[in-house]
Nanobody, 131 residues
Framework: QVQLAESGGGLVQAGGSLRLSCAASTTISRVNAVAWYRQAPGKERELVATIASGGTTTYAGSVEGRFTISSDHTLNTDRALNTAYLDMHSLKPEDTAVYYC???????????????????WGQGTQVTVSS
């Protein structure tokens, strides 16, 4: 069973930077996309950034220009993932949240049987930005 483990969270002052990592317990193949989500207290989980297997990235408007999502090169060359990252700069108190990594894995045919794709989630890492 694949597991994802986020790390790199912590307490930082406003204006500071952090790098979050998302490590898979084993190489994940057939990856469609990797995403970072966050959930602040009392709020719904929101999508922060995504990177597709072809390398295309998207960002929430609130983090555009401050956050960068990336992964090891195998995501682009082999649709395989070992580690993904989220570089966060110019952090603001409103970035405070638990950050989660998500991997969307495509389904496949086993003979004539379609095996559905899988979505993996990590346990999250706390990011706290003080003013």
């Amino acid at each position: 069973q694949v597991q994802l483990a986020e790390s790199g969270g912590g307490l930082v002052q406003a204006g500071g930077s952090l790098r979050l990592s998302c490590a898979a317990s084993t190489t994940i193949s057939r990856v469609n996309a990797v995403a970072w989500y966050r959930q602040a207290p009392g709020k719904e989980r929101e999508l922060v950034a995504t990177i597709a297997s072809g390398g295309t990235t998207t960002y929430a408007g609130s983090v555009e220009g401050r956050f960068t999502i990336s992964s090891d090169h195998t995501l682009n060359t082999d649709r395989a993932l070992n580690t993904a990252y989220l570089d966060m700069h110019s952090l603001k108190p409103e970035d405070t949240a638990v950050y989660y990594c998500n991997v969307d894995r495509a389904g496949f045919y086993f003979g004539s049987t379609w095996i559905r794709g899988t979505s993996y989630w990590g346990q999250g890492t706390q990011v706290t930005v003080s003013s």
